[in-house]
C-alpha cells in the first residue's frame, strides 16, 4: 500500500506577469520502505514537489494522499498534526533550534507527539545512538559540525517514527565525504528499520544509493527507475 | 518544554533582553514609589480631611449644613453619644456645638468661632491636641478653660494664662457672658481657622448658648472605612427623630472629587510609563520574532500548531516581564520602604509644611503601600507584556513555512 500518492499535481507561481509551471502535472506513488531519490537539475520542481507532499506548499490543481488522508481536506491544525506524526523533515541547512540541545531537538517532536517521559528519553537516546551521535546529546548545534548537525536533523525526523521522511538536498551544505556518510546513514535507517525515505538531491553520485530514482525535469517526471 | 524554549530564547539575547527588562523594571520601580508615595498622601489626605474634620459619618439636624443656624441642633445629645459609642461599628465619636462670639483679652476684641468638645473624645476623633502650639489641649472635667487660635490669640494680645471673656447671643435670645483661662494656643495650618478659632468644653458652650444636652454635630469614626453604609444604617437606628446621618461623601462632595482626583491621576500616570515600556517590549519581541523567521518556520514545519507558536512567543514576553516585574518590585520595593520609614521631604525649606486647600500638610510626607496599587502595577505589567507580544506572536503564527525556511 502506498504512503503517498500524487495525482496530476501543478503548482504555478506568478512571478510578476509571468506564471512560473513549477510543476505540471506530477503523478507519483510511493510504497512504505521505499528509498526513493527525485533527481533533477536546479529548478525543475524538487522542492515544490516535497512541499505539496509535506503538507507544507498548497497544490495548484491535482491531488497529495499521505497515508490515506487527502491533504487538500485538512484545515491548518490538522494538516500540523499530520506533519507532527506522519511526517519527518530534514532540509537543507540544518535548521536545527540552536537553544536546544541535540537531545533536545530530537525530543522536541516526542513532546509534541505526547510521548510519556520514560519512553521519550529511551526512544531519543536510541535515535541519537542510530544517528551515531552517541555521546553528544548535551551539545547545542553550535558546538556541532555540519554533519552531525545534520546528523541531529535526521534523528529529530525520524524520532516521532513517521510513516515518510522527506529531506530536500541534505547533503548540499555538506563536503562529499560528509554528505556520502549521511546518505549511507540514512540507507541504512531505511535497510534496518524501514523508514521511508524520500529525497531531492542535483548530485549525481547520490543516485548510487538509492533505491528508486525519479527524475524530474521542468516540473514533470521524465523518468522512474525501481532496481 | 515550550516554557525552557522561550526561557532559553530570552537569553540568546542577553544584552537586549537585559536592557527591555531593566527599562521596564525602572518603569515598575517607579511607578512603585511614587504610587507609595501619592497613597501615603491620599491617606494623609484622608485623614486629615475626612477623618479629622468630616468623620466617617456624621450626625446632624438636616438643616444644619447648608443653615447652621443655632438652633438647628441635635438634640439628647450625652444619650445619643452613649448609643453611637456603644455600637460595635462605632470606634469614636466626637460631639461639637458651634457659636459665634466676641472674645477679648485684656485690650482688644475680636468676633470669633467658638466650638465645644468633650476633650478627651474630641481627641480621639481629630487629634487636635497633636495641633496646640503652645500649652495644653483641653481636658475633661476641668471647666473654665479655653483654647484658642494662635492667629486669634496674637490679635487680642493674650496667652497661655490669660484670662479672656466671651460675649454671645444664647438660644433664648439673652446675652451670655464668661470669663475662661486660656490654657493653650493651636495652629492648623488653615490661616481662617487659627485667626478665628477657639474651643471650650462642651458643657460650657450649652450652658453659654442655653442649648442644655444639644449639640450641632457628631462626627464618628467606624472600625471599617470601607463600609461607610453598615456604619450609617447602624447610627440611623439609634440617633433622635429628625435627626440626620451624612457619610463624609454625602457631606463632603468636593472631598470625594479630590480623593478621586489623586487616584485618577496615578492611574494616567502609570497608564503613560506602561504605555511606553509596553513599545519597549513590542520592539524586542518583534525583533525577536523577525530574526527567528527561518527557526520558527521550522518548528512550524515539523508539526507545531499556530496556537502553539503564539503561546512560545507570548511566554517569552511573559518572562522577560517576570523578569523585569521581579526586578521592579524589588527595587520598587525598597523605595517604598524608604519613603514609608523616612519619607520624602515636600517642605520646600518651610518648617510649617504645605498648605493645601486649608489642610496642612506634614513637612515630610511617608508613602503607604495601598494593595489596589500593588495590584494596578502587577495587571498593568501583565497586561502590557502580553499585549504587546501579541502582535508578533501573531505574525510568527501567520508564517508561511516555506518562505520562512527559504529565508536565508
Ligand atoms: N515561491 C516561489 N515564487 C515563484 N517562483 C517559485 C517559487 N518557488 C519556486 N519557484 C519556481 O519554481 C520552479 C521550481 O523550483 P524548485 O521547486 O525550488 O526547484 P528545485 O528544488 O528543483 O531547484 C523554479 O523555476 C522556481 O524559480
Ligand atoms: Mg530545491
Not at chain 1, 15 to 26: R, S
Not at chain 2, 262 to 268: A, E, G
Amino acid at each position: 500500500m502506498s504512503i503517498v500518492s500524487v495525482r496530476n499535481l501543478q503548482r504555478t507561481y506568478q512571478q510578476g506577469t509571468i506564471t512560473v509551471k513549477a510543476l505540471n502535472g506530477v503523478d507519483l506513488d510511493i510504497d512504505s520502505g521505499e528509498f526513493t531519490v527525485l533527481m533533477g537539475p536546479s529548478g525543475s520542481g524538487k522542492t515544490t514537489l516535497l512541499n505539496c507532499i509535506g503538507g507544507l506548499d498548497t497544490p495548484s490543481s491535482g491531488s497529495v494522499v499521505i497515508d490515506g488522508t487527502e491533504l487538500g481536506k485538512l484545515t491548518k491544525g490538522e494538516l500540523s498534526d499530520l506533519r507532527l506524526h506522519k511526517l519527518g523533515f530534514v532540509f537543507q541547512s540544518y535548521n536545527l533550534i540552536p537553544v536546544l540541545s541535540a537531545y533536545e531537538n530530537a525530543e522536541f517532536v516526542l513532546l509534541l507527539q505526547g510521548v510519556p517521559p520514560k519512553e521519550r528519553r529511551e526512544r531519543v537516546m536510541q535515535t541519537l545512538k542510530d544517528v551515531g551521535l552517541e555521546g553528544m546529546e548535551h551539545r547545542r548545534p553550535g558546538e556541532l559540525s555540519g554533519g552531525q548537525q545534520q546528523r541531529v536533523a535526521v534523528a529529530r525526523a525520524i524520532a516521532g517514527r513517521p510513516a515518510l521522511v522527506l529531506a530536500d538536498e541534505p547533503t548540499a551544505n555538506l563536503d562529499s565525504k560528509t554528505g556520502h556518510a549521511l546518505i549511507e546513514l540514512m540507507k541504512h535507517l531505511n535497510d534496518v528499520h524501514g523508514i521511508t525515505f524520500v529525497f531531492a538531491t542535483h548530485d549525481p553520485k547520490v543516485m548510487d544509493a538509492a533505491k528508486r530514482v525519479v527524475q524530474l525535469v521542468d516540473g514533470k517526471i521524465e523518468s522512474d527507475d525501481r532496481r | 518544554m515550550l516554557l525552557r524554549l522561550a526561557w532559553r530564547n530570552l537569553w540568546r539575547h542577553k544584552r537586549r533582553s537585559l536592557i527591555t527588562a531593566f527599562a521596564m523594571a525602572i518603569a515598575v520601580a517607579l511607578c512603585m514609589a511614587t504610587t507609595a508615595f501619592t497613597d501615603g498622601m491620599g491617606r494623609k489626605m484622608f485623614n486629615v480631611m475626612v477623618e479629622q474634620q468630616l468623620g466617617h459619618i456624621q450626625v446632624h439636624h438636616p438643616d444644619y449644613p447648608t443653615g447652621r443656624k443655632l438652633y438647628d441642633t441635635v438634640p439628647e445629645a450625652a444619650k445619643t453619644m452613649d448609643a453611637l459609642e456603644g455600637l460595635p461599628e462605632v470606634a469614636h465619636a466626637s460631639a461639637q456645638l458651634m457659636g459665634f462670639a466676641l472674645i477679648g483679652g485684656a485690650e482688644e476684641t475680636t468676633g470669633g468661632q467658638l466650638v465645644g468638645v468633650e476633650p478627651a473624645r474630641e481627641i480621639a476623633v481629630t487629634r487636635a491636641d497633636e495641633r496646640i502650639v503652645d500649652g495644653r489641649f483641653l481636658e475633661d472635667g476641668k471647666p473654665g478653660e479655653i483654647v484658642l487660635g494662635a492667629g486669634l490669640a496674637d490679635e487680642i494680645d493674650v496667652g497661655v494664662g490669660d484670662t479672656v471673656v466671651v460675649v454671645t447671643q444664647g438660644s433664648d435670645g439673652s446675652i451670655g457672658n464668661a470669663l475662661y483661662e486660656v490654657v493653650g494656643l493651636f495652629r492648623t495650618g488653615n490661616a481662617a481657622l487659627d485667626k478665628s478659632g477657639s474651643m471650650m468644653a462642651l458643657a460650657d458652650l450649652q450652658d453659654l448658648l442655653v442649648l442644655p444636652d444639644q449639640v450641632h454635630k457628631i462626627t464618628v469614626l467606624g472600625h471599617d472605612p470601607d463600609d461607610l453604609l453598615a456604619l450609617k444604617n447602624a447610627a440611623i437606628a439609634v440617633v433622635p427623630d429628625g435627626t440626620q446621618v451624612q457619610t463624609w461623601e454625602e457631606a463632603s462632595p468636593q472631598a470625594v472629587q479630590m480623593m478621586a482626583m489623586m487616584k485618577f491621576s496615578t492611574l494616567i500616570m502609570l497608564f503613560l510609563v506602561f504605555a511606553v515600556s509596553s513599545f519597549g517590549i513590542l520592539n524586542t519581541m518583534a525583533m525577536s520574532v523577525f530574526e527567528r523567521t527561518r527557526e520558527l518556520g521550522v518548528l512550524k514545519a515539523i508539526g507545531l500548531r499556530p496556537g502553539k507558536l503564539v503561546q512560545l512567543v507570548v511566554a517569552e514576553s511573559v518572562f522577560l516581564a517576570a523578569l523585569a516585574g521581579s526586578i521592579g518590585f524589588g527595587i520598587g520595593g525598597l523605595l517604598d520602604v524608604y519613603l514609608m520609614v523616612y519619607g520624602l521631604d515636600i517642605s520646600g525649606g518651610n518648617p510649617e509644611g504645605m498648605s493645601f486647600q486649608g489642610i496642612t500638610l506634614d513637612p515630610v510626607m511617608y508613602g503607604a503601600i495601598e494593595p489596589f496599587s500593588i495590584f494596578s502595577i502587577l495587571a498593568a505589567l501583565i497586561l502590557v507584556s502580553t499585549g504587546a507580544s501579541f502582535v508578533p506572536a501573531w505574525r510568527a503564527s501567520r508564517l508561511d513555512p516555506v518562505e520562512a525556511i527559504r529565508t536565508e
